[in-house]
């Protein structure tokens, strides 16, 4: 649906400009193949990365593990977790709430939604590609200090 | 030779990991090859829209204009439509790089291109829902606005180190990615 929406979108944006002028949009398009194929072997490795990493820890052992888990080992880990794998929304959120049913505290399943959102190890080869590698690092290394430290205040705000 | 050899290093790292899994477990890496290419096809199918709305963002819209709304002296008026760009904008987080990359090279500015990111990646308003219904409303709501606070302060943050004075070479690869240092306006 999503990428239904997305294609329609730029194909009629692309008709609209190559209406107006025609060199312009031959520019975008040489521009849009070259980043494209620029992008193409990164793209090859963040995914093959989550198909190894989603078969070394799938995501029913992620809530057995930290169900078991209690304190500060549980929430750290939780943190870890969260950065290294990449879990779609739809999935996440189902998992995170049954983790708080199964006795996680609070900090544990902000910390764990929190580094699964903001920071992403997997994805991090097309973000050095596109935005550098000091970048990425300092951008993914401060996301996860600061989920920490959002997950120890909502386990003080909300208990 | 070598150049390609270097392009293609990713694929072959991949390829080796996997040979690496399949020694040690033949499902487990029928398992990771299966997910890697469905999610390989999902990226196909989104990327090329993403570079071709980008390409034509590069043509039509004036530098100018990014300068404007999220560039350097766009104060907290920059923060908060940076912030919204990103709580709004739908879809994969691997997505919103390259809108990154074309941003800055537009001239927006780094810290605000940050807090995008960060509002992006974990205050998009439709997970947000979708939070408040497995957790609870007050923890999403919290979550929401600490996110928000965090991402003002990792985008300062980065912005000062990035843009900090280093006189090394190859320091200025921040704006341009890495692997490609011959295109300046890598981003498309």
């Known amino acids: ?159 | 030779m070598k150049k390609t050899a270097q392009r293609y290093r990713p694929v072959i790292l991949v390829i080796a990991a996997n040979v690496v899994l399949w020694y040690f477990s033949p499902p487990a890496a029928g398992k990771s090859v299966a997910t890697a290419i469905s999610f390989f096809k999902e990226m196909l199918l989104i990327l090329p829209p993403v570079f071709l709305l980008l390409g034509l963002l590069n043509v039509w819209v004036p530098r100018e204009v990014i300068e404007r709304y999220i560039g350097r002296g766009s104060g907290i008026k920059g923060v908060v439509i940076s912030m919204f760009l990103g709580s709004t904008l739908v879809g994969p987080l691997y997505a919103a790089f390259p809108v990154a990359a074309a941003l800055l090279a537009k001239g927006a500015r780094v810290s605000n291109v940050v807090a995008f990111l960060t509002a992006k990646a974990a205050a998009e308003i439709p997970l947000v829902a979708m939070e408040a219904k497995f957790l609870g409303l007050p923890f999403a709501v919290c979550r929401l606005g600490l996110t928000l606070v965090a991402a003002v302060i990792i985008g300062w943050i980065v912005e000062r180190v990035v843009e900090a004075p280093q006189h090394q070479p190859g320091s200025n690869v921040s704006l341009d990615g890495g692997s490609n240092r011959k295109s300046p306006k890598g981003a498309a």
Request: charged fraction near 10%; glycine fraction near 10%.
């Open chain 1, 1 to 159: 649906m999503y990428g239904v929406v997305l294609y329609l979108v730029s194909s009629l944006a692309v008709i609209i400009s190559w209406k107006a002028d025609r060199d312009r949009t031959r520019e975008a398009l040489r521009m849009a193949a070259k980043s494209f194929a620029r992008t193409g072997p990164f793209m090859v490795e963040v995914a093959g990365l989550i198909g190894v990493l989603l078969a070394l820890i799938p995501p029913q052992w992620i809530s057995e593990y930290l169900g078991k888990q209690a304190g500060m080992a549980g929430t750290i880990g939780a943190a870890l977790l969260g950065a290294i794998t990449l879990i779609p929304g739809l999935i996440a959120f189902p998992l995170a709430g049954s983790l708080y049913q199964e006795g996680a505290s609070t900090v544990t399943v902000a910390a764990f939604i929190t580094t699964l959102t903001m920071v992403g190890v997997v994805t991090a080869p097309v973000e050095i590609q596109q935005l550098g590698k000091k970048m990425t690092l300092w951008r993914n290394g401060l996301s996860f200090v600061f989920a920490l430290l959002i997950a120890v205040v909502m386990g003080v705000i909300l208990g």
